[in-house]
């Protein structure tokens, strides 16, 4: 996730994080279900105060762009990528399904990619 701060802006900090967040789950840089970095982190690594990433995250959740699911983190939401909840859960279902089956994730995602077929089969003569 690359955010910057422009600290000439009139912008204030807080927005510059949430417009930038917004933008990239609306693009798909960052994918429903994709966990945000804490808010002591974010603040850190943008040299922001705490309570500004704070605001950020309380402002992205309000408009349900992203969710907080208690000490597990704060989370993009369907909603902000702009990828339907069925999807969504249609995905998690997979993942648990081919986890039961004893699928470690490579297969798992080789699979979707066959289904879809943008996998090319590797076919390498022995010598």
């Known amino acids: 996730m690359k955010i910057q701060i422009d600290p000439a802006s009139p912008v204030p900090p807080y927005e510059q994080v949430r417009s930038q967040i917004a933008a990239l789950a ?3 840089r960052l994918a429903a279900g994709t966990r945000l970095p804490t808010v002591r982190q974010l603040a850190g690594d943008l040299g922001l105060a705490v309570n500004t990433v704070a605001r950020t995250y ?3 959740e ?3 762009l992203v ?3 208690g000490r597990h983190g704060t989370f993009v939401t369907h909603r902000a990528s702009g990828v339907p909840a ?3 859960r249609l ?3 997979y993942a648990e399904e081919t986890r039961r089956l004893g699928l470690d994730p490579e297969q798992a995602l080789g699979l979707v990619r066959a289904a879809f077929g943008l996998s090319e089969p590797e076919i390498t003569a022995g010598r």
């Open 67 to 69: 969710e907080t699911r």
């Open 91 to 93: 995905a998690a279902r």
């Open 62 to 64: 309000a408009a349900g």
């Open 26 to 28: 609306r693009e798909g």
């Open 86 to 88: 069925e999807a969504e």
């Open 58 to 60: 309380r402002e992205l």
